[in-house]
T-cell receptor, first 117, second 115 residues
């Protein structure tokens, strides 16, 4: 089972900030928070990741609470093309380690974000 | 740009047929993954490979096998397709890690229908 909880759906007006919450209360010290999104009929796309500090890139900002039990993905100026399912994932840093499955990404059901004109 | 390609976008097969789904990546990534995606269930990992000829079972390997003969290519095989394998199949690749972050790059998916 996914170790995160997200609202199933959210709406956002075009041009406004979209704030997508994620609860990961059982996160452990070596686990990162990753965000991916999946636009209809496409494969998932990486957005951003973080450990404990807030992070920003050209796509989004990630705010992680001090206790690391929750985070918020912020799309500062949502456009219609940001309509997608957004997945919050916690996983040990890195992908697949030698000979083991540690670090695999476990996708939950995500949040379906609808950006409306 | 990293490119992960899958052999077909849409595929229709009959029950009992052997089905091959091919995935190719062009970024020299060590790790490759096969997922299936079903409504209400999200993405589930079937198999992954962290090196040529190496493979590991994911969460739902039953009814599937894989082959990784070359670094850039990872094949998913349905030995005898069944209707419950009708799904969207997604391939992904990533750099191997020595403990640092890496991201997975996904292909566009293959929508398989088994009749």
């Amino acid at each position: 089972d996914a170790k995160t909880t997200q609202p199933p759906s959210m709406d956002c007006a075009e041009g406004r900030a979209a704030n997508l919450p994620c609860n990961h209360s059982t996160i452990s010290g070596n686990e990162y928070v990753y965000w991916y999104r999946q636009i209809h009929s496409q494969g998932p796309q990486y957005i951003i990741h973080g450990l404990k500090n807030n992070e920003t890139n050209e796509m989004a900002s990630l705010i992680i609470t001090e206790d690391r039990k929750s985070s918020t993905l912020i799309l500062p100026h949502a456009t219609l093309r940001d309509t997608a399912v957004y997945y919050c994932i916690v996983s040990p840093r890195g992908g697949v380690n030698y000979g083991g499955s540690q670090g695999n990404l476990i996708f939950g059901k995500g949040t379906k974000l609808s950006v409306k004109p | 740009d990293v490119k992960v390609t899958q052999s077909s976008r849409y595929l229709v097969k009959r029950t009992g047929e052997k089905v091959f789904l091919e995935c190719v990546q062009d970024m020299d990534h060590e790790n490759m993954f096969w997922y299936r995606q079903d409504p209400g269930l999200g993405l589930r990992l079937i198999y992954f490979s962290y090196d040529v000829k190496m493979k590991e079972k994911g969460d739902i390997p039953e009814g599937y096998s894989v082959s990784r003969e070359k670094k850039e290519r990872f094949s998913l095989i349905l030995e005898s397709a069944s209707t419950n394998q009708t799904s969207m199949y997604l391939c992904a690749s990533s750099l191997r890690t020595s403990g640092y972050y890496n991201e997975q790059f996904f292909g566009p998916g293959t929508r398989l229908t088994v009749l």
